[in-house]
């Protein structure tokens, strides 16, 4: 599995670059100086090479739960599994969870539109200069374009706007993508048009991502035979970049609690009490991060 890892993931992944509104470079690091211990992956790599490492049948591809109590899961189908354990690895709006907390997720005050543009090197060179090889970041007055390198010559872009939620959601329009792209350029009409063709050459696909999080240190009372991990432990906003890197570590650790302890509710138990605290730091990093990271004079106390 270390093997498949490193033939996806993407060392140079972890430079980064930080520019003002005018396209000047505020700070740069490479991706050796950052250390090498954080390279970039496709989520959809990632998830292909972990199902695939898997038995067959492990994973039912096609059937929804449609009912969750402790032990015990109804499907679509009808049928009822039963078990010692249900783990809620379901996401942001975990239908889990509910067994265990009240919490819901928050809105952050912070909007993501998603864009993708393809063949960079080639069909737009210019913006993947910009880039560069990892991700680049140009906040200025409660908005910012973030763009990140993806595998097979893709970047990935999210336009940011702290702005009600309902606002950013009615900039776009899945039927009409040159709209949708005009709406944001007059958003960010006072940003160099180096930065702003992050938006104009986006391909059609345009969808709004409100950023929410739970709140900084969410935790529940043991209940028997139920527990989460990932998002729906602990969903918080993409500042500290943590997401995917917490649910695998939870993931990791459950089965080192599981398999290390005679009985469920004492593995959960120990599971559950080093979750609690690292989840916390990681969330209260991510909520500070993005408020730093849209502060007013954000990017200027960044230099190069």
Same mark, same amino acid.
């Given at each position: 599995?270390?093997? =498949? #890892?490193?033939?996806?993931?993407?060392?140079?992944?972890?430079?980064?670059?930080?520019?003002?509104?005018?396209?000047? /470079?505020? !700070?740069?690091? &490479?991706?050796?100086?950052?250390?090498?211990?954080?390279?970039?992956?496709?989520?959809?790599? $990632?998830?292909?090479?972990?199902?695939?490492? $898997?038995?067959?049948?492990?994973? =039912?591809?096609? &059937?929804?739960? &449609?009912?969750?109590?402790?032990?015990?899961?109804?499907?679509?189908?009808?049928? %009822?599994?039963?078990?010692?354990?249900?783990?809620?690895?379901?996401?942001?709006?975990?239908?889990?969870?509910?067994?265990?907390?009240?919490?819901?997720?928050?809105?952050?005050?912070?909007?993501? /539109?998603?864009?993708? $543009?393809?063949? /960079?090197?080639?069909?737009?060179?210019?913006?993947?200069?910009? %880039?560069?090889?990892?991700?680049? !970041?140009?906040?200025?007055?409660?908005?910012?374009?973030?763009?990140? =390198?993806?595998?097979?010559?893709?970047?990935?872009?999210?336009?940011?706007?702290?702005?009600?939620?309902?606002?950013?959601?009615?900039?776009?329009?899945?039927?009409?993508?040159?709209?949708?792209?005009?709406?944001?350029?007059?958003?960010?009409?006072?940003?160099?048009?180096?930065?702003?063709?992050?938006?104009?050459?986006?391909?059609?696909?345009?969808?709004?991502?409100?950023?929410?999080?739970?709140?900084?240190?969410?935790?529940?009372?043991?209940?028997?035979?139920?527990?989460?991990?990932?998002?729906?432990?602990?969903?918080?906003?993409?500042?500290?970049?943590?997401?995917?890197?917490?649910?695998?570590?939870?993931?990791?650790?459950?089965?080192?609690?599981?398999?290390?302890?005679?009985?469920?509710?004492?593995?959960?138990?120990?599971?559950?009490?080093?979750?609690?605290?690292?989840?916390?730091?990681?969330?209260?990093?991510?909520?500070?991060?993005?408020?730093?990271? #849209?502060?007013?004079?954000?990017?200027?106390?960044?230099? &190069?």
């Amino acid at each position: 599995m270390t093997e =498949r #890892f490193h033939a996806i993931a993407r060392d140079e992944g972890e430079a980064l670059r930080i520019l003002d509104k005018h396209g000047v /470079v505020r !700070f740069e690091e &490479t991706a050796d100086a950052s250390g090498g211990t954080r390279p970039e992956v496709d989520r959809g790599a $990632l998830k292909r090479i972990l199902v695939e490492s $898997l038995p067959d049948g492990v994973v =039912r591809w096609g &059937t929804k739960v &449609t009912a969750v109590a402790a032990g015990r899961l109804t499907l679509d189908t009808g049928e %009822v599994l039963e078990s010692d354990l249900v783990v809620g690895a379901d996401g942001a709006w975990s239908k889990v969870r509910p067994l265990l907390s009240d919490a819901v997720p928050v809105y952050s005050g912070l909007s993501f /539109v998603e864009a993708h $543009l393809s063949d /960079v090197d080639t069909a737009h060179p210019a913006v993947a200069a910009l %880039v560069g090889a990892g991700s680049m !970041f140009a906040p200025a007055d409660g908005k910012g374009l973030i763009a990140q =390198r993806n595998g097979g010559g893709r970047i990935r872009v999210y336009a940011a706007l702290q702005a009600p939620a309902e606002t950013v959601t009615g900039l776009v329009d899945p039927t009409d993508p040159a709209g949708t792209r005009a709406r944001l350029l007059e958003v960010f009409a006072d940003f160099d048009a180096g930065l702003r063709a992050l938006i104009s050459d986006s391909d059609d696909t345009l969808v709004p991502r409100p950023i929410h999080a739970l709140p900084v240190g969410h935790r529940w009372a043991r209940v028997p035979g139920v527990t989460l991990l990932g998002d729906a432990a602990h969903v918080m906003s993409p500042f500290a970049g943590e997401g995917a890197n917490l649910a695998m570590l939870d993931s990791a650790e459950l089965a080192v609690a599981l398999s290390g302890h005679d009985d469920v509710e004492s593995a959960l138990s120990a599971y559950e009490t080093a979750l609690f605290p690292r989840a916390e730091e990681a969330a209260r990093g991510s909520a500070d991060n993005l408020a730093e990271s #849209f502060r007013p004079d954000a990017p200027a106390r960044w230099s &190069t």
